[in-house]
């Protein structure tokens, strides 16, 4: 990058205002796109448990990681080769649109089901898989909504924390979705935003599942919905039998993702909502 662009790009992050993080870690470029060279070093220089919160004191704050944004990491410069295809998908259909959807692998693969049950509605889908909530909000605050004008946003985030839950327990998770919503409502004051809880997985007894189940009740008292123009979409009932286990039609075979007859209830359960939330 030559030093005129440099420049101008950490004079312009530095313009953007930054959401009031818990902790502020050593990063040099916290908001702004595209990325400085020093950034893009950072992100793709080191895993990202080398970059949590807490790290370059050696202080250990795993608490603080769900609310703390962090470029995810699959080796190499992976992930950020899926954040820039992102943007430049953003920066092509800047303007207005009628949803925005954020989120992991879960968002993403709404793809042909999204198109079949959502046909009038202009969508940009910004999901990767395997993102936590941490991820999202680095995305979110490094071009990955710049310029967007949505009328809604669907989010649906905080399945992956759950791989940490034993390190950052189980209201950092809760905390880490909040934190998306804060920063959601931040860039689009004006947009209506649906927070979807985490859909359940594998089967009941498993940690997984139960740390699913109590981070969807640690929600509960964060009153997400209590905020002007955010609704909470509850899933657990209609994607589990009344003995808890889940409805395997409504997943693939990893206990996880969803088959298309899984979109399909979450469309169905969706469309309501934003035939209300959309003029």
Known sequence: MKPALALLTALTSLSVAAIDYPYQTGEPQKTG???TAEERAYVVGKAEHERRPGR???????????QVPSAGFFGGDAWLKLHEAHVKTVQANKGPLDVLLVGDSITIQWGESWEKHFPDLKAVNIGIGGDKTQNVLWRLDHGGVEGLQPKAIVLMIGNNNMFFTPETGIEAAALGIQMCVKNLREKFPAAAIVVAKILPAHSPGNRFYEDIKKANAALAPLKL???PKVAVLDLWADFTNTDGTIKKELFTPDNIHLSPAGYTVYAEKLKPILKKLIP
Request: proline residues 18%; charged residues 30%; positive net charge.
């Open 56 to 66: 370059e004191t050696k202080k250990h704050l795993p608490q603080l990681w769900p």
């Open 225 to 227: 919905d209590s905020r």
């Open 33 to 35: 796109w595209p990325l």
